[in-house]
């Protein structure tokens, strides 16, 4: 019998060693899981919100293997464009206006280099996020206090990258130094078309008072990637973690009673899928998957599924528009400077 187990358990060991970053993984829980747990003493959600910026600092630094001084500065960037895009709020054309510029930075940093496209999404995606949900607060003085208690508790975010970077230099101190690849040459493109995603996304969200509005602006960013057949292809893995991930979360959450315990987990678990997992379309998943379930064990996931899986799908909608428009400017622009170089003097 034991035998008989031995296959199953070492395929199951390999499906989870492909599919699983454990060192990030680690990592990440000891970045965010002191903050889950001073939520579940402190209960208030807005030591949960310090998690997201933990996380999008862990991501960058990974990856692009930044210097200490490049973590501090993109932390000052989040914490610039979070508090910008929160007092601008009140004026809806000037967050949409100040979104799609945060946008089209995000983009343009790559003509420094093509790896910091991650550094540039990591300080958009929590600046608009957290901006978004902070004014969405029972009231104004709430968001207010939200927002200040972000500010105010961000540098312990900060302290704690920088305890796992000083970690990593002692356990491998002849890492490499930081590579950002080539300059882009061609980055006003994905830049703009990003940029234009952002600020119709934005604006649908503004005029239509949608809630959760961060999926739909986040979602039309995510998708341009590149060419149309790439912007379609990370549109329908966003697709399917969606339609898979959310239904399965609230049934599962559906089955389980309320409680801070579980919903301590299930955004933990969230934050972590955004490192954890080798394929795009198994992390976003999942994270649907947690998004449901928090929002199952919070009590309120009346509604979440349809609105989520929308919410995905227009944003990634706008995001395939903006890269079909730029690219046919772009030709034509293209086109027409190779026509008048080709003029005889």
Not at 183 to 212: G, K, R, Y
Request: hydrophobic fraction near 60%.
């Amino acid at each position: 019998m034991n035998t008989a187990k031995a296959p199953f358990v070492t395929k199951l060991y390999d499906v989870f060693a492909r599919e699983v970053k454990v060192g990030d993984l680690l990592r990440a829980l000891a970045v965010i899981g002191p903050l889950a747990a001073a939520y579940f003493l402190s209960g208030d959600p807005a030591v949960l919100s310090l998690g997201l910026i933990a996380i999008s600092l862990l991501i960058p630094a990974l990856k692009l293997q930044l210097t200490a001084k490049m973590v501090v500065f993109q932390f000052l960037a989040i914490l610039v464009t979070f508090v910008a895009l929160f007092l601008a709020a009140p004026v809806k054309p000037l967050f949409v206006l100040l979104t799609a510029l945060t946008a089209f930075l995000a983009v343009g940093v790559t003509r420094y280099g093509e790896a910091l496209r991650t550094l540039g999404n990591w300080v958009f995606i929590p600046g608009v996020y957290l901006a978004c949900e902070v004014r969405e607060q029972v009231s104004i003085a709430e968001a207010v206090r939200h927002a200040s208690v972000i500010v105010a508790f961000s540098p312990i975010a900060l302290a704690l990258i920088c305890a796992v970077q000083i970690h990593d230099r002692w356990s491998k101190p002849a890492a490499l130094p930081p590579n950002y690849g080539p300059a882009s040459s061609d980055w006003p493109l994905p830049a703009s078309a990003t940029a234009i995603a952002v600020l119709a996304a934005a604006a649908l969200v503004e005029i239509l008072n949608l809630a959760q509005g961060q999926w739909v602006i986040w979602s039309a960013a995510s998708v341009v990637v590149g060419d149309i057949t790439a912007s379609t292809g990370k549109l329908k893995l966003r697709a399917i973690g969606a339609i898979v991930g959310v239904p399965l979360g609230l049934l599962v959450g559906l089955a389980l009673p309320a409680s801070r315990v579980g919903y301590s987990f299930a955004v933990l678990a969230t934050t972590l899928t955004l490192i954890a997992f080798s394929r795009y379309v198994v992390g976003f998943g999942s994270r649907c998957f947690f998004i449901a379930l928090a929002a199952a064990f919070a009590g309120g996931a009346s509604g979440i599924a349809e609105e989520r899986v929308a919410n995905v799908l227009i944003g990634g909608v706008f995001g395939l528009i903006a890269v079909v428009l730029t690219e046919i400017v772009w030709r034509r622009f293209a086109r027409k400077a190779g026509g008048q170089s080709g003029l005889p003097s």
